[in-house]
Nanobody, 125 residues
């Protein structure tokens, strides 16, 4: 079974950049679609970005489009979320998720079967 571990979160100022990483424990990650979700304080978890198994197809929430970039390196069993131009409203716990054995990306939380533990991103004004 695939296990996911996020890293790269932290405290930054508005306008700064961060790159989150999602390391997978098994090679089955390379055949899994992947997504990033986030849960702001006091709010429900929401979709941020998704990528298909090969990296050829990506999709973003409107709130991050043009600022965030999702990517993956299947040779390293690792996914990434590059976040530029961070805003205070990006403050949240960020989770990576995988759809093991499903190639196509999804924006729906319930279609992901494997989740990381989350990493905190805090953006100060």
């Amino acid at each position: 079974q695939v296990q996911l571990v996020e890293s790269g979160g932290g405290l930054v100022q508005a306008g700064d950049s961060l790159r989150l990483s999602c390391s997978a424990s098994a090679r089955t990650f390379s055949s899994a679609a992947m997504g990033w979700f986030r849960q702001p304080p006091g709010k429900e978890r929401e979709f941020v970005a998704g990528i298909n198994w090969s990296g050829a197809s990506t999709y973003y929430a409107d709130s991050v489009k043009g600022r965030f970039t999702i990517s993956r390196d299947n040779a390293k069993n690792t996914g990434y979320l590059q976040m530029n131009g961070l805003k205070p409203e990006d403050t949240a716990v960020y989770y990576c998720a995988a759809r093991v054995y499903y190639y196509r990306l999804s924006t729906r939380e319930q279609e992901y079967d494997t989740w990381g533990q989350g990493t905190q991103v805090t953006v100060s004004a």
